[in-house]
Structures are given as C-alpha cells and as structure tokens.
C-alpha cells in the first residue's frame, strides 16, 4: 500500500457518532463494491489509527483507506460518494504513505459473532433442503451423538462470545435482504507485511495495513 485518503468523522449533537460509522462505512462498503469486477477490485484496505478494544471499546474518528497507487484511489471518488455528509466528515486529499512515520503494520480483520442454536439449525435446513424440524431434529441428534465434541465446540463459543464483546463494530444493513448487523472488527499488530485481497469491507484475516 502506497498512497491513502483519511476521512475524520465530526459527530455533533444531532448526529451520533455511531451514526456517522454506519453511513460512512456504508458508503465505502459501496465503493469498494463498485470495483469488485474492475482490475482494482479485491486491492483497497482501511485501517484505523484510533481503534481501542475493551472497556473503553471504540474505532475513533478517524478511518484511513489505502491503495497501491492514486489512481486506483480515484476510482473510489470517495468526494462524490460523502459529499451528502460533507458537514459531518472531513476527507484528505490522497497522499503517500509517510514512510519516515511508520510505526510497523496491522491487520484489521471481520470477527463473526458465533452463531446460535437457531441459525445453525436454519442454516442446516437450507443446505441440506430439509424442513426446520427435521434439521433441528437432525441436529438434536447429531449433538447427542457427540457430546465430548460439543462440550468443547461449546466451550470455544463462549469463548469468542467473550472476546467478541470487547471488539468495537459498526452496524451494517445487507444490501440484499436489508437486514441490519454488526461488523465487528478485530486488530492484530503484525511486525511484517503481507500481500493478498481485501473484502468488499476493506478487511483481511492476513494481509496488513501500515500504522502511522
């Protein structure tokens, strides 16, 4: 990644902060959708300079997007694409990295919340095309069979119940169903960098973002 835009969220008594993330982060999902099926898809990242988990659990104001060059981030048009929340966001002009500030790199990735009994069951239902009785049936069965197995997978749940709690997200609307979520994001510190596709979010469980 060498050039990026910054865009600063400035939330008032009217709007909320978490308010702006949805429809900031909604319209760069957009944008990054827009050039999923050009040359440039799959190769835009963001990152977030003031992200925190926890107790004091945030993503800032701030949300950086990365490319390898200016001219895939003009693609983006990200001026054309805020401008309806030009009194709520401040956007930069696009700039190099700035090598002499780098303080190492990251990677900012999708956690999924895990998934419960209900979903897993109507999910089942759709894949093996069965009615959701029969599935829950199935799966009923399925967890009595194997009980050590779902102890433990049980265990790991809770787990990540847990550790998704502490991790900061924006809520989200499906572009298809319409349905509302959240998109929780995780941040792992990396002493390298690595190369390969970013999701139609700008996220990645491997490849790494520059920290300035």
Do not use: C
Not at 22 to 38: M, N, P, R, S
Not at 99 to 127: D, N, V
Not at 128 to 153: M, Y
């Amino acid at each position: 990644m060498n050039h990026y835009q910054e865009i600063t969220l400035l939330p008032d008594a009217e709007i909320s902060l978490a308010f702006l993330w949805t429809k900031v982060y909604t319209q760069l999902h957009l944008a990054f959708v827009a050039q999923k099926d050009t040359p440039h898809g799959g190769a835009f990242a963001v990152s977030f300079p003031e992200y925190t988990e926890g107790k004091g659990k945030g993503l800032g104001h701030k949300v950086r997007v990365f490319a390898e060059t200016e001219e895939a981030l003009q693609t983006l048009n990200l001026d054309k694409k805020l401008e309806r929340l030009l009194d709520y966001v401040h956007l930069t002009t696009i700039r190099p990295i700035p090598t002499r500030r780098l303080k190492g790199y990251a990677i900012y990735r999708r956690q999924h919340a895990p998934k419960s009994q209900a979903q897993t069951a109507r999910r089942f239902a759709r894949r093996h095309d069965l009615p959701i009785e029969q599935a829950t049936a199935r799966l009923a069965k399925k967890q009595r069979q194997s009980e050590r197995v779902i102890a433990k997978e049980s265990e790991d749940s809770e787990k990540r119940k847990n550790s998704i709690q502490d991790l900061p997200y924006i809520q989200m609307q499906s572009l298809t169903n319409h349905h509302k979520y959240n998109l929780f994001i995780h941040k792992q510190p990396t002493p390298s960098v690595s190369v390969s596709p970013f999701s139609l979010y700008g996220l990645s469980p491997e490849a790494a973002v520059p920290e300035f």
